[in-house]
């Protein structure tokens, strides 16, 4: 994987966002807007990771730190599916903390990796998000609202996100941020699930 600086986070949830949508998009550009369909890989422990599979790819992040209340996140592995079972273990094993995976194939497609390994599982989870995501920049960071689909149930989130901390604190005051508690996504869907 290329190198990718570490970077703050600070994402908040909830169906009262309006204003910080509203001081997002007074205070910024907007860059992007699109709609996909990512798979978070969940484990019902908080492993301090954050996998998904989005179009062909596995994405692993994992949680350094958190820093004045930012969690600094590092884009630690990227995979191109299907997955040799070695790369399954890895991920199941190494990121999700899941040491007894027993393997009955040689490769994994997205399929097979959710329905055979991950589905038969109590203690994980592979659940499809669909996000509909409209990125800003604000004060030099990536800003976003988003109406995010999780086990049927829509909500709205917002986030700042940049390598840099200084620049993500006094973004996070612009649009309002401050004060309200950073849930990242493996988080939210635990909470969701009942978790």
Same mark, same amino acid.
């Given at each position: @994987?290329?190198?990718? /600086?570490?970077?703050?986070?600070? &994402?908040v949830w909830g169906d009262q966002l309006n204003d910080v949508f509203t001081a997002i998009a007074a205070n910024s550009r907007l860059i992007e807007s699109r709609a996909r369909v990512e798979t978070y890989l969940v484990s019902r422990r908080d492993t301090g990771t954050n996998p998904k599979i989005r179009d062909a790819e596995l994405d692993v992040k994992v949680l350094l730190g958190v820093v004045e209340g930012c969690e600094q996140w590092e884009p630690t592995v990227r @995979?191109?599916?299907? /997955?040799?079972?070695?790369?399954? &273990?890895?991920?199941?094993?190494?990121w999700l903390d899941l040491d007894d995976v027993m393997l009955e194939r040689d490769?994994?497609?997205r399929r097979q990796l959710v329905d055979e390994v991950v589905a038969p599982r109590k203690d994980v989870v592979a659940i499809e998000l669909a996000k509909i995501r409209h990125a800003y920049e604000v004060n030099g960071c990536i800003a976003e609202v988003a109406d995010v689909t999780?086990?049927?149930?829509?909500?709205?989130?917002?986030?700042?996100?940049s390598a840099d901390l200084g620049l993500l604190l006094a973004a996070r005051r612009l649009v309002g941020l401050e004060g309200m508690d950073n849930v990242n996504y493996p988080r939210e869907i635990r909470r969701v699930l009942g978790w």
């Open positions: @994987m290329e190198s990718v /600086l570490p970077r703050y986070e600070f &994402r @995979m191109t599916l299907p /997955l040799n079972a070695g790369q399954v &273990r890895e991920v199941l094993a190494g490769e994994y497609t999780i086990a049927g149930s829509t909500l709205q989130t917002a986030a700042v996100e």
